[in-house]
Every structure is written in structure tokens, then in C-alpha cells.
């Protein structure tokens, strides 16, 4: 069993991938970085020079801990700077950023920026690699793409604007995060028809739906589903 390189994928000078480790499309490795048994990447995942992973909490020499790996999972678009220390056993969420030299010891929630050792985080980051700084109504637009994005009850959403509909993704939405997101559609962002729509996708194989008529804030009347194939509007 050999490790798993996806395509369009480019490993730097000195760069070792050990049996079972999974890159996604499109990762960059930089120089002098190790990834060992358990290391998995989503896809456009950056890992800077002379970063530094591991697989077992408490290495002894003369004991054989091969079979309590830890996994380290990065998902998509993670990126993590030069010479920062990822220690086995934690989750960098979707677009995590790890600043150069830190020290991440536990879980770095999606679009998290976190610095420092043991790391801590220190802000926001989008997609682009853009600080965020998020408005009384949690409301903030990326310096570098002008995509907009929420903070919900400690969550980043990317809200974005195809046509008359508004997206963001979460896992397991509660029903206080559907009616922000409603409301932020709803008030925040103008008339846009008869009804508003936000799309939250709840996992891969799912769509959580919920639309409501364009009332004041506290007069929302919306109703929610969860299906596979649900049309935006009715």
C-alpha cells in the first residue's frame, strides 16, 4: 500500500511522502517537509518549508507505537506556513491558515487565522487569503476577491450572489443559523423578487432549504426542509 498523490499536485526539494498519506488535487509542498502515516490533504491544501508533522503523541525509541498513528487531517485550502509544527491527532478545517511557526496542538475551525505556540487564533481569513473584518451585523467583504461573508455564532459563511439566490456552507445547521442567514438575505441585502432564498449545504449528499416572503426582520415567516434535489424557489 503506497500513499496517494492527486493530480496537478507539486512536492518540493527534500519532500518525503510516507505509505498512506493522501494529498488532494492541486497541494503544494514546499522543500524539507515529511508527511507521515496518517497525514491526509483535501484539495489545494499549502504546506509551507520545512513544516513539520508527526504520528505518535509520545515517541520512545524502544517502544513500537506503529499502531497508535494518530491522523491529522487538512481539508480544502488549508494553508499552512513555513516551519509551523502540526502535532498529530487534530482536524485544520476548510481554509484554515496557519501562520509561519506556530505551534497547532488542537482543532483550527474553517477560515480560522492562528498564530503562535501553542497557536491561538487571532482572526479571520477567506478563501483568497484575505483578512476579515467582520461589521456589527457580521458582515465582512474579502480585500481580495469582494466576496461577502457572515459571522454566525462563531462560524464563518461565505454568502455569495448567483442570480436571486444566496449561499453558505455549514455543517449542520441549527435553526438560529438559518434565520440569520434569512434575515442577512432578507434585510441586509435588498429585495431581490417575491421571496428570498438561502441554500446552507448541510453535507455532500444534502440541501437544507429555507425561504421566506421579504418582511421586516421580525416579521420573518419561513419554512425549511431537508432534501437531495430541492428547487430554490416553489
Do not use: M
Amino acid at each position: 500500500l503506497g500513499c496517494e498523490i492527486g493530480k496537478d499536485c507539486s512536492l518540493g526539494q527534500n519532500v518525503f511522502v510516507a505509505q498512506g498519506v493522501r494529498l488532494g488535487c492541486n497541494c503544494k509542498v514546499q522543500n524539507n517537509v515529511s508527511l507521515y502515516s496518517g497525514v491526509t490533504c483535501g484539495n489545494n491544501v499549502f504546506i509551507g518549508p520545512s513544516a513539520v508533522f508527526n504520528n505518535v503523541l509520545n515517541p520512545r525509541s524502544a517502544v513500537n507505537r506503529k499502531s497508535e498513528y494518530l491522523p491529522t487531517r487538512l481539508d480544502n485550502g488549508v494553508t499552512i506556513g513555513a516551519n509551523a509544527v502540526i502535532v498529530c491527532g487534530t482536524h485544520l478545517a476548510h481554509h484554515a491558515f496557519v501562520g509561519a511557526g506556530s505551534v497547532v496542538t488542537k482543532n483550527v475551525p474553517a477560515y480560522a487565522l492562528v498564530v503562535g505556540n501553542p497557536a491561538r487564533q487571532i482572526g479571520w481569513i477567506s478563501a483568497a487569503g484575505g483578512r476579515l473584518s467582520f461589521n456589527a451585523d457580521g458582515r465582512a467583504t474579502c480585500p481580495e476577491s469582494d466576496k461577502i461573508y457572515l459571522l454566525v455564532d462563531n462560524e464563518v459563511l461565505p454568502l455569495n450572489e448567483p442570480e436571486s439566490s444566496y449561499f453558505a456552507l455549514l455543517n449542520k445547521p441549527p435553526l438560529s443559523i438559518i434565520k440569520r442567514v434569512i434575515s442577512f438575505a432578507v434585510v441586509g441585502l435588498g429585495h431581490i423578487g417575491r421571496r428570498h432564498a438561502a441554500l446552507i449545504k448541510a453535507q455532500e449528499s444534502a440541501r437544507l432549504v429555507a425561504v421566506c416572503d421579504p418582511l421586516p426582520e421580525d416579521q420573518l415567516n419561513w419554512t425549511a426542509r431537508l432534501s437531495e434535489n430541492v428547487p430554490l424557489f416553489e
